[in-house]
């Protein structure tokens, strides 16, 4: 949830695309009719930066719902039927400028430095916000893009310092593949011309409180990680940290991601927590050799997805296999399948998702000849689903340390 925040505090910080031309000027943008403060009321994640969407049974790894995020305003400048938009003093082109909607479609910084989002604004000028504000409006934002994948006329090229034409056409691309990972809502607020210096003044306290605020954070979740991994070496239990991602799509080139993976494993238990959120909370794996190869395996399974993950524990390798494509009959068979291997198993307990939909992922109660027979079964699942059409499935690999 920190790296959701974070990214979106970054983008509302002074920098972005600037325009030399004349009617983008700040001279223009002080002269605008339209001017609105926005507040984002809350986020719903859709994937990881990876592109594996979120599953209703692994809160852990994907929040899916983010409610009143600590996080500062953004004012909004134009004037109606018009291509200049300012937010926050950067100017931007709409997309669509009209009186029931605007609608901008810009590059944004990561938080990475070598990484750009497209984030999608829509202000609806029709309907009120949940909230009560005058305007509603959501925000969707794109995976991370590297930077190196977008061309201009000036050779280094940075697309956050590109003219309108350039942006206009890495865009163009850019639109035809947009692969959202969340999306924002809240609502805007009318300025009164009166009191438009002292909420500009307002928001801009609330980015820099946001930037302090983040930065002691983050010190603060790193001297307790130094402090957890001394005490935990003790107890067999060690940090396993993957970065370094790349995606494959059927029909795509490689795309590397900057999610990172951060687990507490627990070799003698075979569990682990997740150390990027609810730490508290317990998962398990299943610990096996395949080939003179240690691995960690796991399975997870519902009405929606079905996904395997596996670490290398020798190559320092993760990796994830997903497809989103299951039909009914699919689901019914490989539920059945699951459920007779778990009624051998002595005090099972059928697991739920938070929406009360049963789902599958491994458990501390079975043995591992069991949970390996359930892990056979998503795998023999998932090839029989690419065996049939391969864009159905998604993999993504990490570089992890070794344990």
């Known amino acids: 949830m920190r790296k959701i925040l974070s990214i979106i505090v970054v983008s509302l910080l002074l920098n972005g695309n600037a325009y030399s031309n004349d009617i983008y000027s700040q001279e ?37 719902m983010i409610n009143d995020p600590k996080l500062p305003g953004f004012i909004v400048e134009t004037n109606l039927n018009s291509r200049p938009v300012w937010i926050n003093r950067v100017a931007v082109k709409a997309d669509e400028n009209w009186r029931e909607e605007l609608s901008i479609i810009r590059f944004e910084q990561a938080n990475e430095k070598d990484f750009v989002v497209v984030r999608k604004y829509n202000i609806d000028y029709t309907t009120k916000s949940t909230k009560g504000e005058d305007y509603s409006f959501s925000i969707d934002t794109s995976m991370h893009l ?32 947009f692969n959202s990972t969340s999306k924002s809502y809240g609502g805007c607020n009318k300025i009164d011309p009166k009191n438009f210096d002292f909420e500009e003044t307002v928001v801009q306290n609330e980015i820099t409180i946001a930037e302090y605020e983040a930065k002691k954070e983050k010190e603060l979740l790193n001297k307790k990680k130094e402090e957890l991994k001394k005490a935990n070496i003790a107890e067999g239990k ?9 995606l494959y799509k059927a029909g795509r080139n490689p795309e590397p991601f900057d999610d990172t993976l951060n687990r507490l494993v627990d070799i003698n238990n075979h569990s682990y927590s997740n150390l990027n959120f609810e730490p508290e909370k317990i998962h398990y794996f299943i610990s096996t050799e395949l080939s003179d ?21 020798d190559a320092g390798e993760f990796a994830v296999k997903t497809s989103l494509w299951l039909n009914e009959s699919l689901y019914q068979i490989t539920k059945k399948k699951l459920d007779e291997v778990n009624k051998s198993i002595d005090n099972y307990k059928p697991q739920k998702d938070s929406f009360g939909y049963d789902y599958y992922t491994v458990s501390n109660l079975g043995t591992k000849k069991q949970e390996y027979e359930k892990f056979r079964i998503i795998t023999s699942l998932l090839d029989n689903i690419e065996n049939a059409n391969v864009t159905k499935v998604t993999g993504a690999n990490y570089k992890c340390n070794k344990i």
């Open 28 to 64: 223009n943008r002080k002269k605008s009719e339209i001017k609105i403060n926005c507040k984002i009321n809350w986020i719903m994640k859709f994937a990881n930066q990876d592109g594996l969407h979120a599953s209703k049974y692994d809160t852990s790894d994907l929040p899916k």
């Open 146 to 177: 590297p930077k190196s994948d977008f061309k201009g006329k000036n050779i280094p090229f940075n697309i956050l310092e590109a003219d309108i034409e350039d942006i206009d056409l890495n865009l163009k691309r850019i639109k035809e593949n």
């Open 293 to 313: 190869r240690k691995l960690f395996l796991e399975y997870r399974f519902d009405k929606d997805s079905v996904q395997l993950l596996g670490y290398d524990r």
């Open 238 to 246: 060690f940090e396993l940290n993957c970065k370094d991602g790349v």
